[in-house]
């Protein structure tokens, strides 16, 4: 069974870090790629990073590129989302994700989600 829980986020003024880790389970056989998304209130899920699991590879959204990393740790069978500079329009609830395709984008195309993370960027 596959299981996703995310920890990390929290309250932190404009300009600040942090650190949203992904614990992973189960996901042996069954992802390719993994992925952070975000929400905000009133607007659609969104895909802010992925990075797959063998190659390293990774993609960004344009909004978060320079300031956000992501990161994982096989042998921990950990993701991480590293989040600097961080601004208000940060603000958003954050979800873990894991798709078994190799490209994926929407959220459609992810096959596991954990149950999110709040971040807060105060102004």
């Known amino acids: 069974q596959v299981r996703l829980v995310e920890s990390g986020g929290g309250l932190v003024q404009a300009g600040g870090s942090l650190r949203l880790s992904c614990a992973a389970s189960?996901?042996?056989?069954?992802?390719?790629?993994m992925g952070w998304f975000r929400q905000a209130p009133g607007t659609e899920r969104e895909l802010v990073a992925r990075?797959?699991?063998?190659?390293?590879?990774?993609y960004y959204v344009d909004s978060v590129k320079g300031r956000f990393t992501i990161s994982r740790d096989n042998a921990k069978n950990m993701v991480y989302l590293q989040m600097n500079s961080l601004k208000p329009e940060d603000t958003a609830v954050y979800y873990c994700?894991?798709?078994?395709?190799?490209?994926?984008?929407?959220?459609?195309?992810?096959?596991?989600w954990g149950q999110g993370t709040q971040v807060t960027v105060s102004s």
């Open positions: 189960g996901l042996t056989l069954s992802a390719n790629v």
């Open positions: 994700a894991a798709a078994r395709q190799m490209s994926p984008i929407p959220p459609r195309d992810y096959d596991y």
């Open positions: 990075i797959n699991w063998r190659s390293f590879t990774t």
